[in-house]
């Protein structure tokens, strides 16, 4: 089945449901399809001027371009699955609208076609809005949401001892210095959440909507979700001009973790930001070898020419200095 068949069929079970609140509204011909790194996006057009995103994930061994093969790949359909549970969780478990941070409004789940329906937010994307403007009130909020997040979920404290468990598939010139850079951490671990970074936040005025929120299957260090989100602030400018001469502001970077350290009460505090820091080391040396085993040529020469050197010296400016 090629992608325009699923696409109207997609199209036809959507009428069918008849899950608008307003009967007389359905989905119109037209439809635009987004193939994306980790999912298709296709978006409808509804008959009262609304549109409506159907996100199908897929998974990294299948082909990339088949919306057919990815809603019946068992893999692709375990993480479709897990990631609209999590937005289920998100919804009973965690309330900030005091913080007027939001999680993405789901409308249903079509589990034949593993796709998670939404309805399209008026909103930009907060990274775009951070590259304009310095404003910290975003990110500190943010920060006191993961917070939040972190503290209604079931954990499990554990001393680490060793950093190998996180040191593969990283850029390799650093690799030596972040393994002898590491100390023994107590750390507390739950489920994480697989690649939420500031693009995965849509601001409309003083609202943010956090989407994406796909948790993972494995526990792991909640300050190591934090050093991943720092991470992605950091690569604010990546793929753009800007990324060799500016420098992210620090006060966005601190803000995120004041907010995520306001009222903190939960032992060393000092130490508690240096595993931060590691791990946001960590998670940059990450991105680094993904972006070095992609297929794009373009990709390749950018990272070896302008994003490593870049990293090196941040890395070396902000975070090692501090371990």
């Not at 996006?41 to 001027?49: D, M, P, R, T, V």
């Not at 079931?154 to 680490?160: F, G, I, P, R, S």
């Not at 991470?231 to 973790?257: C, D, H, M």
């Not at 991105?287 to 040529?297: D, E, G, N, P, T």
Request: charged share 25%; aromatic share 14%; net charge neutral.
């Amino acid at each position: 089945m090629n992608n325009n068949a699923v696409i109207n069929e997609i199209r036809h079970d959507i009428n069918s449901f008849n899950f608008f609140v307003d009967n007389n509204v359905n989905v119109i011909d037209s439809a635009e399809l987004e193939i994306r790194h980790t999912c298709f996006l296709i978006i409808y057009k509804l008959s009262n001027g609304q549109e409506l995103y159907v996100k199908i994930l897929k998974y990294k061994n299948i082909d990339g371009n088949s919306l057919y093969e990815s809603t019946k790949d068992e893999n692709s359909r375990e993480i479709g699955q897990r990631e609209y549970q999590s937005y289920s969780w998100f919804l009973e478990s965690i309330k900030s609208e005091d913080l007027s941070v939001y999680t993405l409004p789901i409308l249903t789940y079509l589990e034949k076609w593993n796709a998670i329906v939404s309805f399209k937010l008026d909103a930009e994307d907060l990274y775009y809005s951070l590259r304009k403007s310095t404003s910290t009130d975003e990110l500190y909020r943010i920060g006191r949401w993961l917070r939040r997040v972190h503290l209604a979920m079931e954990t499990e404290n554990k001393l680490v001892t060793s950093p190998n468990e996180y040191c593969h598939n990283l850029y390799e010139d650093l690799v030596d210095r972040l393994k002898s850079s590491f100390t023994p951490m107590q750390l507390t671990y739950s489920v994480g959440l697989t690649d939420f970074d500031c693009r995965d936040i849509l601001i409309n005025k003083h609202k943010l909507y956090c989407l994406d929120l796909c948790m993972t299957k494995k526990l792991e260090p909640q300050l190591h979700t934090v050093g991943k989100f720092i991470a992605g602030i950091e690569l604010l400018y990546w793929g753009t001009k800007s990324f060799t001469f500016n420098q992210v502001p620090r006060i966005l970077i601190n803000s995120f973790i004041e907010g995520y350290f306001k009222d903190y009460s939960n032992g060393d505090l000092l130490a508690q930001k240096k595993a931060i820091n590691w791990f946001t080391i960590q998670s940059l040396l990450r991105h680094s070898w993904q972006v070095s085993q992609r297929s794009s040529k373009f990709y390749k020469i950018y990272n070896s020419a302008i994003g490593r050197p870049y990293l090196k010296k941040i890395l070396n400016k902000y975070y090692f200095s501090t371990l």
